[in-house]
């Protein structure tokens, strides 16, 4: 057993190395052999067998997920970070007898927040909090996940957008982006409806945005029909929409009031 502990740990090293170079291609690669691998350790979850070398065959396969999950934001592969965190969440939760705690895991734990909040994932993000022990609300990368739902709730965008210059680690950049993405279509789309259009130097105001530039290339990946002209971001209004139908009102207040009436009797 030493012997493929020793194997699995001169491969890890490898693919450190490849990270170091960005060589994600490389750690692809050698993250496959080393999941492999890890299928020959008795120690690990399920099973959780006492080995000699059980410990360090936990911290070892621990850390090897926990690298994987940086590699899946590297490479912006959500699915795989779903996949990574779901096999590294035991190493959180049922070895804590076992093995030292990770420095990593408030950081992950605080990432994978972030990324149930991107998906809109509201239910599971609460579910999680609550599994946490107290003390881990009490960490940056976990309250920062916290006060980002909160703003999110409350329509409070400006917060949302501003959180982006504040991450509590640079993995929380990738998410934060896709939030943010996701914050300035909502007011994109709110400022549609609400004007025919605005001043270029308000809109950057709302969107948040720096330069004319950046205002200019989001109207265009995102906003075809914006016309940008004239110091002013016009908006272009559905037209021919369906007519409302009036609402029947007198009629369902007297079926309702006859149905008050009617209950009255049986009572």
């Known amino acids: 057993m030493e012997a493929k502990l020793a194997e699995c740990t001169r491969i890890f090293q490898k693919f450190k190395a490849a990270y170091q170079q960005n060589d994600y291609d490389t750690c692809s690669n050698l993250l496959s052999q080393l999941k492999v691998k890890l299928t ?17 065959e936990l911290i070892l396969a621990r850390e090897i997920f ?4 940086v590699l899946s934001v590297k490479t ?11 096999q590294l969440k035991p190493y ?30 509201i239910a599971e993000f609460h579910t999680e909090l609550e599994l946490l022990p107290p003390e881990a609300h009490e960490n940056p990368c976990i309250k920062h996940a916290v006060e980002l739902e909160q703003s999110f709730m409350e329509g409070a965008y400006n917060r949302v957008l501003s959180a982006r210059q504040a991450v509590p680690h640079e993995t929380y950049v990738y998410f ?24 270029v130097a308000d809109a950057k105001k709302i969107l948040m945005f720096s330069t004319d530039r950046e205002l200019q290339e ?21 037209k021919d929409l369906a007519p409302c139908k009036e609402i029947p009102s007198l009629q369902l207040i007297n079926q309702t009031l006859g149905y008050a009436r009617e209950l009255e009797r049986i009572v």
Not at 40 to 56: C, I
Not at 66 to 69: C, K
Not at 177 to 197: H, M, N, P, Q, W
Request: proline residues 5%.
């Open 176 to 199: 934060m982006d896709l939030l943010a993405k996701t914050v300035r279509d909502e007011i994109a789309g709110c400022s549609e409806k609400a004007y025919d259009f605005l001043t």
């Open 40 to 56: 020959e350790f008795p120690a690990l979850p399920p099973a959780y067998k006492q080995t000699s070398t059980a410990v360090q």
């Open 218 to 238: 989001y109207a265009a990946e995102d906003h075809n029909d914006w016309d940008i002209r004239n110091g002013c971001v016009y908006f272009q209004k559905v």
């Open 66 to 69: 926990e690298h994987a999950i």
């Open 76 to 86: 912006e592969d959500q699915d795989a970070f779903e996949r990574h965190f779901l």
């Open 92 to 121: 959180y939760t049922d070895t804590r007898d076992l093995i030292p705690r990770s420095r990593e895991e408030y950081p992950i734990l605080g990432l994978n927040l972030l990324r149930l909040l991107v998906q809109n994932r």
